[in-house]
């Protein structure tokens, strides 16, 4: 009989949250969900602690909560709703929790990913971007808080999964990593004609379904992009170890090449239940729910090299991660703020690309060695100012 484990979800509302919330629901006895929190959907939440009885809800702000509270009122629910980002610091660490799905979009979910390991926590990690804001002050809060980190990145639970459990003996093993990429919905779209994009065309994910802004990421190859300084600081390689191939199918979920040339895939449908049971259960496996591997129906599995015309925006990883620590915070931010514009209407999507490399240009970080979490932070604002100063040159 395996003890209960008892989860906190940040972002439950979400695709990543929603998907983890349904392999719990799989194992009933198995988990219990401590907290839950979202950002806007309060009637999502508000089923959502009807159905998993948490302990805790969080939401930003204390109209949101009040409407909570009043519709969980009316059902005579007891669940404590509590507001604003401390709030969510807080749950992450409390001493009754033992593990926290990290998926928060965006670097607002670094906060909290940091409080959960320092604390120690089971960290299931699906908020990337937190990863790549934190850098080395993340893993470094990992280690010394002794939490177990655990990536839920599909492509970076695939290394994972295709790596022994003993850690150390990972640099002598790896030669390189092999990521993943779908190419997106504009894979084969003549590059010309990429002005063209609307945000609803690049929200149409071929193989995923996934949130708004990681589905645009994926459509520029940003996500790539990011999904490379992730695995910089959860393998710990070297940026030259780090490869990225097109594979359209998204069968074969990311490899592992051995130093003896040995080539190790992690193979599955393209469902994120997969990476969400396996960090839920490691190092056990539990049923996730999704659809099998059906090779009688596989037609082929392909691959092509990333056309840097087509998708400039990958490079930027290897080189943020070779510029000063604390790049790879600004080209977050930059790309963050781009994204929400495009999808808000207000640039078009070639100009994602151009808005990452201008506010790289103009912002080289000058952070200490021994920089803090507040520095890292307040150099993620600065970004963002002159992110959208650029978006204003490119407006006029
Ligand atoms: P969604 O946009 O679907 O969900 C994001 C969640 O975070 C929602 O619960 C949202 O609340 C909440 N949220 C949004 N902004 C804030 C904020 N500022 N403060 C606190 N909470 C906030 O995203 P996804 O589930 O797609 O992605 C989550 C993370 O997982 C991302 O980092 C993404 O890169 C990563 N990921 C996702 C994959 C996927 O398949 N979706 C695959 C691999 C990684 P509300 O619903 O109320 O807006
Ligand atoms: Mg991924």
Not at 6 to 27: F, K, Q, W, Y
Not at 118 to 136: F, I, P
Not at 150 to 173: K, M, N, V, Y
Not at 309 to 317: E, K, N, S, V
Request: charge should be neutral; proline fraction near 7%.
């Amino acid at each position: 009989m395996n003890p209960l484990l008892n989860l906190v979800i940040l972002g439950s509302t979400g695709s990543v949250g929603t998907s983890t919330l349904d392999v719990v629901a799989r194992h009933p006895g198995r988990f219990h969900v401590v907290g839950l929190t979202a950002q806007q959907r309060v009637d999502v939440l508000f089923e959502q602690c009807r159905r998993f009885r948490p302990r805790v809800a969080v939401l930003p702000t204390e109209p949101r909560a009040a409407e909570l509270r009043r519709l969980l009122a009316a059902e005579g629910l007891v669940t404590e709703v509590r507001v604003g980002p401390e709030a969510l610091c807080e749950l992450a660490a409390a001493s009754e929790v033992d593990a926290v799905m990290a998926a928060i979009v965006g670097a607002a979910g670094l906060r909290p990913c940091m409080a959960a390991a320092r604390a120690g926590k089971r960290l299931l990690l699906a908020n990337k971007e937190a990863l790549v804001v934190g850098g080395g002050l993340f893993m470094q809060a990992v280690a010394a808080g002794g939490a177990t980190l655990l990536p839920i990145d599909s492509e970076h639970s695939a290394i994972f999964q295709c790596l022994p459990e003993d850690r150390s003996t990972w640099a002598r093993r790896i030669d390189h990593i092999v990521l993943t990429a779908s190419g997106g919905p504009f894979r084969q779209r003549d590059p010309a004609t990429l002005h063209e994009v609307t945000p609803a065309m690049a929200v149409a994910h071929p193989n995923w379904v996934m949130g708004q802004k990681i589905s645009v990421d994926s459509a520029t190859m940003m996500n790539k992009a990011l999904e490379v300084i992730e695995a910089r600081w959860l393998f710990d390689l070297a940026p030259e170890r780090i490869k990225v191939v097109i594979h359209p199918q998204s069968i074969i979920h990311s490899m592992v090449v051995c130093r003896d040339g040995s080539v190790l895939a992690q193979l599955g449908t393209p469902d994120m239940k997969v990476p969400i049971a396996y960090g839920l259960s490691f190092p056990e496996r539990i049923e996730s729910g999704a659809p099998r591997l059906d090779f009688e129906q596989l037609q082929s599995l392909s691959f092509e090299p990333p056309d840097p015309r087509r998708f400039p925006g990958l490079q930027l990883a290897w080189d943020a991660l070779r510029a000063p620590a604390g790049t790879t915070a600004v080209l977050n931010a930059a790309n963050e703020e781009a994204v929400a514009a495009f999808l808000a209407g207000t640039i078009g999507f070639g100009a994602i690309h151009s808005v990452n490399a201008r506010t790289l240009d103009r912002l080289p970080p000058r952070l200490g060695p021994s920089h803090t979490l507040d520095d890292l932070l307040e150099l993620d604002g600065r970004a963002r100012d002159v992110a959208r100063q650029v978006m204003r040159e490119l407006a006029a």
